[in-house]
């Protein structure tokens, strides 16, 4: 596997939602996706904060840890909330070729 490879993130959504019949006693994910979409979005800020600090420090393994950390607590959030990658891939290929300071603007209208 290339580390360029963002089908990752496909597979390990594939994980997380095979733990949502795990023992919460034997697995963390299935702890997260037993407390609803409340534990999921509380670790998901946890876990930005933490980034956040990585990134201030200047620390780029600590931030690559940390972003790791951030984006499997993410797959979690969209696990609770039945949101699914698929879902989140078209949003962004919605959003290509369009400029970000015109694509903010559109949703503030």
Known sequence: MSHSDATILDRLFAVIES?????????????????????????????????IIAALAEDREALAAESADLLYHLLVLWAAT????????????????????????????
């Not at 039945?82 to 290929?93: H, K, S, T």
């Open 82 to 109: 039945g949101v699914a990658p698929a879902d989140v891939w078209r949003a962004l290929e919605a959003r290509q070729g369009t400029s970000g300071v015109a694509e903010k603007a559109a949703r503030e209208k």
């Open 19 to 51: 733990r949502r019949t795990a023992d919460p006693a034997a697995s963390w994910t299935a702890q997260l996706l037993a407390g609803g979409p409340p534990a999921a979005a509380r670790k998901l800020g946890e876990e930005s904060v933490e980034a």
